[in-house]
């Protein structure tokens, strides 16, 4: 009788699965609220979570439901071998942190290594030099197989700007640019730059959307954010240590950039209730925290004395090791310490690890990160009560930023006219978006990145640990608007070196009948869902006007040489030069720069 129920019972669970998976309604989005149609609310949605929408988006996100597009895009689990095949062109991607120190040099550690090899002696490394040194490391690099840590800084920016373009998955590219903003490490640092591309392949994209405190944790831990803020120096004052004796000259005891770097910016934000106190007593919390030797310039003394102890002996030493980080229990400040009220008193790495839990999960970290979040996805000033909803959740979630963003598009301060189109796309966005619309071939990020660099953001270069700010104000100026005409245009106009489109697909071979015909049909091209007349009647005379391109140009030429001082340069020459017969790429140049084109 048993054996003749299970599979009865099977049955009935078998087709009673499927009438509850057909009852299964995804709650729809409250868009209807705010007076939005289903294309409208699809283009704010896609214009939120992509980096540029496309026509066929919106038809794709309608044919899925808009919801079920939502949670799809959050699992983030969509195939994507086309993206695959252009990413396997950066051989970084796939290498481990030890490899990468030992393939990518410094330029410091090239001449060294030059000069032991007896290629130049060391009174010839000069600026008079610079050709025949540059011929020197060329026949290094051949020799050992090895590269310039430049090279890898722009394998970082170019698969940052392949992947943003290309990728199906685009809510965690998104996701992936905010929350290595938030965690932001500077790539000019010397030590740091070659652990960037590392950085945040493993540290931040496997936790865009998972637990806020792992993510801390992860970034905590990585050789990017321990060289950058330089907590893998810091070490116990209270000790005759082992690590100040033997194991680093430079080491100088205690350092506090990371600990109050981790309070105001990663977790309480500014004004979260922490005092200096308790950033010191975090910085004691955190000394012996620091990296695995890795690669052939290791630390030879701290190399030596982990290979006499034995891995398999770290652990009863107090050592902790995974990965590429390493706790060093000779270094960390004994006794009691005080954070926000709580004593910790466990002694070793314990301690750091409940410090940064109990900073996750701290009322200020909820609020803070879900003010974040809700000025990226809504408006430069998030409604309260969004704010207040979002903090709720992530207290209640543990953290659980899937939930977050949830909760967030089910929130109508989201569908709200007031977080519809008000937010500025950063000169990242705004390229991106531009690429993305075009439906462009990149050959040669390169040319790309100098453009985002002269708009004003040099990707993975912010010094401030800060990252990017996320507010209008700090985007647009009288120069920043010039390099953004100047760029649409030339790259309507295929004047961008590595780039390629075709820009009849963009009309569908609808002849437009005149120049306000043009712009209105690209127009809706390029600002799906978005009403056009004015941008039409605004741009129709500038287009008609053959003297322009050399208005920009005479412009950009004056007011903007000083504002790209510093910047990677790139010439200006020959820029926004419009032929009689190119109407409509000089239209489809002008929407791109428009302002309409430049919000999200």
């Not at 430069?380 to 967030?408: A, C, M, Q, W, Y």
């Not at 009403?531 to 140009?553: A, C, G, H, M, Y």
Request: proline share 4%; with cysteine.
């Amino acid at each position: 009788m048993r054996y003749l129920l299970n599979p009865l019972i099977f049955v009935f669970i078998f087709f009673n699965y499927g009438c509850f998976a057909q009852k299964q309604v995804v709650k729809k989005f409250p868009y209807a609220a705010s007076g939005l149609t289903e294309r409208q609310a699809a283009e704010h949605l896609l214009s939120k979570f992509t980096f540029g929408v496309r026509d066929k988006d919106i038809d794709a996100a309608i044919k899925m439901g808009l919801e079920n597009w939502f949670f799809t895009q959050l699992d983030g689990n969509i195939a994507d071998p086309d993206l695959d095949k252009r990413l396997s062109s950066f051989p970084g991607l796939k290498m481990s942190n030890k490899e990468l120190v030992n393939t990518y040099s410094l330029g410091a550690q090239l001449r060294k290594r030059a000069i032991d090899e007896g290629l130049v002696s060391k009174e010839d490394v000069t600026d008079e030099n610079k050709e025949k040194l540059r011929e020197i490391y060329r026949e290094l690099k051949l020799k050992h197989g090895v590269s310039s840590a430049k090279e890898l800084e722009n394998q970082t920016i170019h698969q940052k700007i392949v992947r943003a373009v290309y990728s199906q998955n685009q809510i965690h590219e998104i996701l992936t640019d905010f929350w290595f903003n938030h965690f932001n490490v500077f790539m000019g640092k010397n030590q740091t730059s070659r652990f960037v591309l590392s950085y945040e392949r493993d540290a931040i994209r496997p936790h865009v959307v998972g637990y806020f405190k792992d993510m801390l944790i992860s970034t905590a831990q990585s050789p990017a954010m321990l060289t950058y803020l330089d907590n893998f120096l810091s070490m116990a004052e209270n000790e005759d240590g082992f690590a100040k004796r033997k194991m680093n000259k430079k080491s100088s005891g205690l350092n506090e950039n990371y600990a109050r770097e981790i309070m105001e910016l990663h977790t309480l934000g500014v004004d979260g209730g922490y005092t200096q106190d308790d950033v010191r007593n975090a910085a004691k919390i955190l000394t012996g925290w620091t990296i695995y030797p890795m690669g052939d310039e290791a630390n030879n003394k701290l190399v030596k004395f982990l290979d006499r102890i034995g891995e398999d002996r770290l652990v009863s030493q107090g050592f902790v090791h995974h990965g590429d980080f390493l706790f060093v229990p000779n270094r960390h400040e004994k006794g009691q310490k005080i954070v926000l009220g709580v004593s910790y008193d466990q002694g070793g790495y314990d301690e750091g690890l409940q410090l940064l839990d109990n900073l996750a999960k701290h009322p200020s970290t909820a609020r803070f990160i879900c003010q974040k979040l809700a000025t990226r996805f809504t408006n430069d000033r998030p409604d309260e009560t969004l704010i207040k909803h979002l903090s709720e959740v992530f207290i209640h979630s543990g953290g659980n930023i899937r939930e977050v963003l949830s909760k967030l598009v089910y929130h109508e301060s989201f569908w709200n006219k007031n977080a519809i189109h008000q937010k500025i796309k950063s000169p990242f966005e705004y390229t991106i978006s531009a690429m993305r619309i075009l439906q462009v071939e990149i050959h040669n990020p390169a040319p790309i990145s100098n453009w985002i660099t002269k708009m004003g953001q040099k990707l993975y270069n912010y010094q401030a640990p800060t990252g990017f700010p996320d507010q209008g104000k700090y985007w647009i100026n009288t120069g920043s608007l010039l390099n953004r005409m100047n760029f649409g245009l030339d790259l309507a106009n295929g004047k961008i070196r590595g780039i390629s489109y075709d820009p009849e697909k963009l009309l569908q071979n609808q002849e437009p009948e005149s120049v306000e015909d043009a712009i209105f049909k690209i127009g809706k091209r390029l600002l799906p869902e978005r009403n056009i007349q004015s941008t039409v009647e605004r741009l129709t005379p500038l287009v008609s006007d053959p003297s322009f391109s050399e208005k920009v140009n005479k412009a950009a030429g004056t007011d903007q040489e000083k504002s790209d001082e510093g910047m990677d340069e790139v010439s200006h020459k020959n820029m926004a030069e419009i032929t009689e017969n190119s109407k409509i790429t000089h239209v489809l140049g002008m929407l791109i720069g428009s302002p309409e084109f430049q919000r999200k």
